[in-house]
């Protein structure tokens, strides 16, 4: 033996002799160590040199999925080379058949569980890989022994290795349909939790629950073990549910509850489910009152929302009276923030004088297509804003109505980038309000319009059939003369009359089979995404008019108006102007001369 591989063998038969826990890292970081000290540091490495460099820098996958070698194990590393090719370390090209014959004398030989494991599923995953042979299973079964060998031996230091550890020996079990020694590894996972888990730890405990019979493996379990499964859980579940310290906790209680909820669901034992998810509310009702109202109602909402997964609609209905308290609290303590933004005068009236330049019609269709948000745009500023404030793009964010209800959720840029775009369209107009009653009102000052003016330019449409003219003067009366409540409920009802009329002009549907038998008209919102509609719109003016009318991420007025969800003050000149600039929009689509 050369002084390398002398080294070498020192490394691996100190920790081969080690009673305490460590993991390969530790010895590929020595074996390393030794590498790149070695003398001769340019000659070739030796196979033992080579063998056990590999075999502890690979790393481990994940149950059921493949690594980039179509294996278990893979490089630990992956990067591109100055040439743009892709590079791994290990690489698969530097494991041969001598390396495997290596491997399965290792596997023979050494006697230290943690080693013997590494070596013999090397063996049992890439021999195939490299010789095209298949592996002789007693490395199958030798990896299963000792891992075991090494959970039960208490040389496992960290629950998320050890859960690796046994997810792999059951896997491999499984495979061979070695089922006694499936068994085993189940007694195994039983065991190692009994004697590590802890309720302050949530990681060192349910990880029988999850691997054994979340994972569907009941069958390798006795009676006696999935009743001590569940019993544990259950105990658990009453110590951190205690609502006096030093066991009370409440995300505890919960990722408990619904581990045995979920248990109790497939068995059809509905009384259990009951009384867990009892437990479960009772404890997030009890924390909920004591924290700040938004972040109560937060929690609450999610109870609710879990209570009705579920199935159970009576203990969600039974919590909504907390649920409200807490919204309507939050929105009392929800803190204004704003942002001063200054014009000059004569900025102004230049902006108004351009606005209403021209004749009413042009000064209308000017004023229509000037406030409507152009949706590539905004895309961009979404994803300038989040390239500036990269942590607060991450955030989800939640929409709350005036009483404290959370009414939508917008994720995070990444994940949601549509209900950004929605939101920030939304708050632009929120922006552009003032803009809007300006260049209106100075329209029909300079212009001397009234409500019959305003109708002509509608009616020109064939959006606006004659027969709604009579609500739509009303409605239009009711605008001119700042009577805003009555044109809001009567406008918009108008402009999704026009909407479907649109639709029914390009062949598109607008019935679906009602609940009773009958033929219900699709809702606004479903008429907004027909494709025939978003091609002779435009897709900009069909997301505007969801952002405006439908959608709970913006202003979703056609809902919150027909359904009572806000109060007078809502029914002012913003909402109203926004309405009427809807219908200037449709009221420029012209019908094509019959000959195109």
Same mark, same amino acid.
């Given at each position: 033996?050369?002084?390398?591989?002398?080294?070498?063998?020192?490394?691996?038969?100190?920790?081969?002799?080690?009673?305490?826990?460590?993991?390969?890292?530790?010895?590929?970081?020595?074996?390393? /160590?030794?590498?790149?000290?070695?003398?001769?540091?340019?000659?070739?490495?030796?196979?033992?040199?080579?063998?056990?460099?590999?075999?502890?820098?690979?790393?481990?996958?994940?149950?059921?999925?493949?690594?980039?070698?179509?294996?278990?194990?893979?490089?630990?590393?992956?990067?591109?080379?100055?040439?743009?090719?892709?590079?791994?370390?290990?690489?698969? $090209?530097?494991?041969?058949?001598?390396?495997?014959?290596?491997?399965?004398?290792?596997?023979?030989?050494?006697?230290?569980?943690?080693?013997?494991?590494?070596?013999?599923?090397?063996?049992?995953?890439?021999?195939?890989? @490299? #010789?095209?042979?298949?592996?002789?299973?007693?490395?199958?079964?030798?990896? @299963?022994?000792?891992?075991?060998?090494?959970?039960?031996?208490?040389?496992?230091?960290?629950?998320?290795?050890?859960?690796?550890?046994?997810?792999?020996?059951?896997?491999?079990?499984?495979?061979?349909?070695?089922?006694?020694?499936?068994?085993?590894?189940?007694?195994?996972?039983? %065991?190692? %939790?009994?004697?590590?888990?802890?309720?302050?730890?949530?990681? #060192?405990?349910?990880?029988?629950? $999850?691997?054994?019979?979340?994972?569907?493996?009941?069958?390798?379990?006795?009676?006696?073990?999935?009743?001590?499964?569940?019993?544990?859980?259950?105990?658990?579940?009453?110590?951190?549910?205690?609502?006096?310290?030093?066991?009370?906790?409440?995300?505890?209680?919960?990722? #408990?509850?619904?581990?045995?909820?979920?248990?109790?669901?497939?068995?059809?034992?509905?009384?259990?489910?009951?009384?867990?998810?009892?437990?479960?509310?009772?404890?997030?009702?009890?924390?909920?009152?004591?924290?700040?109202?938004?972040?109560?109602?937060?929690?609450?909402?999610?109870?609710?929302?879990?209570?009705?997964?579920?199935?159970?609609?009576?203990?969600?209905?039974?919590?909504?009276?907390?649920?409200?308290?807490?919204?309507?609290?939050?929105?009392?303590?929800?803190?204004?923030?704003?942002?001063?933004?200054?014009?000059?005068?004569?900025?102004?009236?230049?902006?108004?004088?351009?606005?209403?330049?021209?004749?009413?019609?042009?000064?209308?269709?000017?004023?229509?297509?000037?406030?409507?948000?152009?949706?590539?745009?905004?895309?961009?500023?979404?994803?300038?804003?989040? /390239?500036?404030?990269?942590?607060?793009?991450?955030?989800?964010?939640?929409?709350?109505?005036?009483?404290?209800?959370?009414?939508?959720?917008?994720?995070?840029?990444?994940?949601?980038?549509?209900?950004?775009?929605?939101?920030?369209?939304?708050?632009?107009?929120?922006?552009?309000?003032?803009?809007?009653?300006?260049?209106? %009102?100075?329209?029909?000052?300079?212009?001397?319009?009234? #409500?019959?003016?305003?109708?002509?330019?509608?009616?020109?449409?064939?959006?606006?059939?004659?027969?709604?003219?009579?609500?739509?003067?009303?409605? @239009?009366?009711?605008?001119?003369?700042? /009577?805003?409540?009555?044109?809001?409920?009567?406008?918009?009802?108008?402009?999704?009359?026009?909407?479907?009329?649109?639709?029914?002009?390009?062949?598109?549907?607008?019935?679906?089979?009602?609940?009773?038998?009958?033929?219900?008209?699709?809702?606004? $919102?479903?008429?907004?995404? /027909?494709?025939?509609?978003?091609?002779?719109?435009?897709?900009? @003016?069909?997301?505007?008019?969801?952002?405006?009318?439908?959608?709970?991420?913006?202003?979703?007025?056609?809902?919150?108006?027909?359904?009572?969800?806000?109060?007078?003050?809502?029914?002012?000149?913003?909402?109203?102007?926004?309405?009427?600039?809807?219908?200037?929009?449709?009221?420029?689509?012209?019908?094509?001369?019959?000959?195109?």
């Amino acid at each position: 033996m050369n002084e390398s591989d002398a080294k070498v063998d020192g490394i691996l038969s100190r920790f081969e002799n080690r009673t305490d826990a460590f993991d390969e890292q530790e010895i590929a970081d020595a074996i390393q /160590d030794a590498l790149w000290k070695r003398a001769g540091k340019s000659a070739e490495l030796t196979l033992r040199e080579s063998a056990e460099g590999i075999a502890f820098s690979v790393a481990e996958g994940n149950v059921g999925e493949k690594s980039r070698w179509s294996t278990y194990y893979g490089p630990k590393n992956l990067w591109k080379a100055e040439d743009g090719t892709e590079r791994e370390a290990p690489s698969i $090209d530097k494991v041969t058949e001598l390396i495997i014959e290596y491997w399965q004398g290792r596997a023979d030989a050494c006697t230290h569980p943690r080693m013997r494991i590494r070596y013999a599923d090397l063996v049992w995953d890439l021999s195939r890989r @490299i #010789t095209g042979k298949k592996p002789d299973v007693r490395f199958a079964q030798m990896a @299963i022994c000792a891992t075991v060998q090494l959970i039960t031996g208490g040389h496992c230091e960290h629950s998320r290795d050890a859960l690796r550890k046994l997810k792999r020996a059951l896997s491999i079990a499984l495979s061979i349909k070695d089922m006694q020694r499936a068994g085993a590894v189940c007694a195994a996972v039983i %065991e190692y %939790e009994s004697k590590t888990a802890s309720d302050d730890k949530k990681r #060192t405990w349910g990880l029988a629950y $999850d691997l054994l019979i979340e994972g569907r493996h009941e069958n390798l379990l006795t009676p006696d073990q999935e009743r001590r499964i569940i019993a544990d859980l259950e105990a658990r579940l009453a110590r951190v549910a205690n609502s006096e310290p030093p066991h009370f906790d409440p995300f505890g209680a919960e990722s #408990t509850a619904l581990r045995l909820a979920r248990y109790y669901r497939r068995k059809n034992l509905m009384d259990d489910l009951r009384r867990v998810m009892n437990t479960y509310t009772h404890v997030w009702i009890k924390i909920a009152q004591k924290a700040m109202p938004l972040l109560g109602a937060a929690w609450l909402e999610k109870v609710h929302r879990t209570l009705l997964d579920f199935g159970l609609r009576a203990e969600a209905d039974a919590m909504e009276p907390q649920l409200r308290s807490l919204g309507a609290r939050s929105h009392d303590n929800m803190a204004t923030i704003s942002h001063r933004v200054e014009f000059s005068a004569k900025e102004i009236e230049e902006f108004a004088n351009e606005m209403t330049a021209g004749t009413w019609p042009e000064a209308l269709a000017r004023i229509a297509i000037h406030f409507l948000p152009d949706h590539v745009e905004a895309k961009e500023q979404v994803l300038k804003i989040a /390239d500036r404030s990269p942590t607060m793009s991450l955030f989800s964010r939640r929409i709350i109505d005036h009483r404290g209800r959370v009414v939508a959720e917008v994720g995070s840029v990444q994940d949601d980038l549509d209900g950004r775009l929605v939101q920030h369209i939304a708050e632009d107009l929120t922006f552009w309000r003032p803009f809007l009653r300006l260049a209106l %009102e100075r329209a029909q000052c300079r212009h001397n319009a009234n #409500t019959e003016s305003y109708l002509v330019f509608l009616f020109q449409s064939p959006a606006f059939p004659p027969e709604n003219r009579p609500l739509v003067e009303r409605g @239009i009366r009711a605008f001119v003369e700042q /009577d805003f409540a009555v044109a809001i409920h009567l406008l918009i009802p108008q402009i999704e009359a026009a909407i479907r009329n649109l639709v029914i002009a390009g062949g598109g549907p607008v019935y679906e089979v009602g609940r009773h038998g009958g033929t219900n008209l699709r809702n606004l $919102d479903k008429l907004l995404s /027909d494709s025939r509609l978003v091609e002779s719109l435009t897709e900009r @003016i069909a997301l505007y008019l969801r952002v405006l009318l439908t959608d709970q991420r913006g202003w979703n007025l056609r809902n919150i108006v027909s359904h009572g969800l806000v109060g007078p003050v809502a029914f002012g000149s913003p909402v109203a102007d926004r309405i009427v600039h809807a219908l200037l929009l449709l009221a420029r689509l012209r019908e094509r001369p019959s000959n195109e």
